[in-house]
């Protein structure tokens, strides 16, 4: 742990290590929030309380960490809440988020939409949801929220997932 610490580096590449909510307790506690400023925690096993622990260091003032992969690590409704919030802080220097292949429902797509409505310095720009459970609802919340001026989102990715016509308008 120690000698991670004295490592300077700015990218972090964690995927495929079968990390659970444990694990990211530890790795919020030796990464250094000043120079990371990208995190790939894909394919894991982090949960919702994994994600609680990551969404630390994205509230964190000195945080810089503007790149974050979620890719298949079971995230719920109850993790993109825990998102949303670290979204609306204004410390949260995030760009790009990558959840796709999780289990995120239209909840969880209304939780990230109000933080991207509701925080005029929310800074994200890529939002990956494809291939997760999101009903029309939520694509419905999030559009709502690209249509606010102060919106920076550029890029969102809703494919794959359960959007009817009605939620394609």
């Known amino acids: 742990q120690r000698r991670l610490q004295q490592v300077n580096f700015n990218c972090v590449n964690f995927n495929f290590c079968d990390l ?4 990211c307790s530890s790795l919020v506690n030796v990464i250094n929030v000043q120079q990371i400023s990208h995190l790939d925690l894909s394919h894991n096993n982090i949960g919702p309380l994994g994600c609680f622990e990551i969404c630390k260091l994205l509230k964190c003032r000195e945080s810089q960490l503007s790149w974050l992969n979620l890719m298949r690590n079971q995230l719920t409704d109850e993790a993109a809440k825990y998102l949303a919030e670290a ?4 410390n949260c220097q995030l760009r790009t ?3 796709k292949a999780n289990d995120i429902s239209h909840i969880g797509a209304q939780h990230l939409a109000e933080a991207i409505n509701n925080n005029n310095n929310c800074q994200l720009h890529t939002l990956n949801l494809t291939r997760n459970n999101i009903s029309h609802i939520g694509a419905q919340h999030l559009a709502e929220a690209i249509n606010n001026k102060n919106c920076q989102l550029h890029t969102l990715n809703l494919s794959q997932n359960y959007i009817s016509d009605i939620g394609a308008q």
């Open 97 to 99: 988020l990558n959840l």
């Open 20 to 23: 659970t909510a444990v694990d």
């Open 87 to 90: 979204i609306n802080n204004n």
